[in-house]
């Protein structure tokens, strides 16, 4: 595949039948931008990459289905999926997938790594037939020739025989989605604790304790995972170190009895990965960026969780032997057993002592923190 890094204005290429006044995009990341948006590209021409990323919902789903938000509906208007949409905010700052330290597999795209980088991602969707429903690259490149601004874009791009070669324009297509999901719009790195960093404001008391609790290397869990940079007050934290763990996650048998996938099935994570064939790694699952966390729940890769404060407690309940701790708040029944129950990260999950019920509200309140400022409103809703 061609690496595109051409401003599309002025290249004085051909085009193609059918686009002769069309005005090519003058950017890459515009063109994606338009691509993000385009219910064209699915198969009932309902859903686009925006529908599952919403802008205004820190790039996640916001609609309800019979499953609530736990997982999406797909373009067909029936199908349901059996993980949660991920935000695709900060989503650029994961490496490629890769095997790092102690043969650590970290980074990729999607709950398990599968797409490598984010124009791999992107295509995904597009021929995934509970979500967006398209069968072939081909049958996307047809729906990217309609559009006389994208064949222009196209032709710019790869040269006057772009609608000539569908698997060339879907991943150019691809390529400029990933380039929009690269621009600041989906990093701004605005959320209060960016601001308190940056000595702009000073936080709560409460907050303050949820920050010293989730940097301590003594009292909580947290940064184990959730921390990218060295420094505690480096400034654009992600807040994931972006390797792959399993926590016990308890399988979301409420989506699974309204969206077709047996109750006895086993999402295997990681090992579900193509690239992975190692049964250590099974039941494993990307650690997610804590940006936003505040506002992009249901949680973890099932949306089995519909509170935050409920998964602060789930961590707890390793470090806790008091039985209050061992009930989840949202069922008021013990925690259900986990999916995969043999490859724990019991090392990272016992790690630090109980929390009482101040520290565990100092946690959440910390997490409220990292929510990006044109979302700060979502945290009353």
Known sequence: MKTVILTLLGLGLAQPMGAETATPYDTLEAWGEALFFDTNLSANRTQACATCHSPDFAFTDPRETAAGRAVSLG?????????????????????????GENSQWKGGQFHDGRAGGLADQAKGPPLNPIEMGMATAADVAARLAENPRYAATLTALTGADAVADPEEMFNVAADAIAAFEATPEFAPFSSKYDRFLRGEIKLSDQEELGRVLFFSQQFTNCNICHQLNAAPLALEETFSNYEYHNIGTPPNLAARALNGVAPGHIDHGLLDNPAITDPAQDGKFKVPTLRNVAVTGPYMHNGVFADLRTVVLFYNKYNSRRPARQINPETGSTWAAPEVPGTLSLTELEHGPPLDDARIDALVAFLETLTDARYEPLLTD
Request: hydrophobic letters at 30%; glycine letters at 8%; a negative charge.
């Open 75 to 99: 373009d067909d208007g029936v199908s349901l999926g059996d993980r949660n949409a991920p935000t695709a905010a900060y989503a650029r700052f994961s490496p490629p997938f890769q095997q």
